[in-house]
T-cell receptor, first 114, second 112 residues
Framework: EAEVAQSPRYKITEKSQAVAFWCDPI?????LYWYRQILGQGPELLVQ????????DSQLPKDRFSAERLKGVDSTLKIQPAELGDSAMYLC????????????FGQGTRLTVV | QKEVEQNSGPLSVPEGAIASLNCTYSDRGSQSFFWYRQYSGKSPELIMSIYSNGDKEDGRFTAQLNKASQYVSLLIRDSQPSDSATYLC????????????FGKGTKLSVIP
């Protein structure tokens, strides 16, 4: 069964260090989303790609976060430097297109910043 | 900023009862609506999508959409303890945005 792949599953990092997450969407899915979910809250959109282009990054803290999807397939989300408040679940999702299509999530990366 | 509102709960129902989960959205131009189920420590799992006014049924789940009232609901019939989870409502489209925006979720507990 097709699924969104994410790695690593868990990451512990010290504050001020750099950390990166990887996502491989379902084959053929042009739209890719990165979300952050703090315990007890709903997922918050960080960045959305259509192929290799950024469609929405209005809520991405650009002073420390960056995201890329160079070939329009897999994607990397980076945090540098990490802060204690970045501890959260980072979720990647993909969908076939931008409108009226269902989005499917990967298993997520649980980040703990110490 | 598009918003999706849900009652955080917890909502407790006895096993076998109907659970009713509700959601409102702020962007009248939103076109697509989704319900996800999320077990503790896991990622969200899509259970229903709905795009037009009315009801959509899939097994024990029924999604209802009323665009005039900007209201979406999810009914779970014959609730089972395995349905205990947080249910997330999401909306996309509208106002020139393709964002898929989530509510904070409603925690459902089904009591055996």
């Amino acid at each position: 069964e097709a699924e969104v792949a994410q790695s690593p599953r868990y990451k512990i990092t010290e504050k001020s260090q750099a950390v990166a997450f990887w996502c491989d969407p379902i084959s053929g899915h042009a739209t890719l989303y990165w979300y952050r979910q703090i315990l007890g809250q709903g997922p918050e959109l960080l960045v959305q790609f259509q192929d290799e282009s950024v469609v929405d990054d209005s809520q991405l803290p650009k002073d420390r976060f960056s995201a890329e999807r160079l070939k329009g397939v897999d994607s990397t989300l980076k945090i540098q430097p990490a802060e204690l408040g970045d501890s959260a679940m980072y979720l990647c999702a993909s969908s076939f297109g931008l409108m009226n299509t269902e989005a499917f999530f990967g298993q997520g990366t649980r980040l703990t910043v110490v | 900023q598009k918003e999706v509102e849900q009652n955080s709960g917890p909502l407790s129902v006895p096993e076998g009862a109907i659970a009713s989960l509700n959601c409102t959205y702020s962007d009248r131009g939103s076109q697509s609506f989704f319900w996800y189920r999320q077990y503790s420590g896991k990622s969200p799992e899509l259970i229903m999508s709905i795009y037009s006014n009315g009801d959509k049924e899939d097994g024990r789940f029924t999604a209802q959409l009323n665009k005039a009232s900007q209201y979406v609901s999810l009914l779970i019939r014959d609730s089972q303890p395995s349905d205990s989870a947080t249910y997330l409502c999401a909306a996309s489209g509208g106002a020139g945005s393709y964002q898929l925006t989530f509510g904070k979720g409603t925690k459902l507990s089904v009591i055996p």
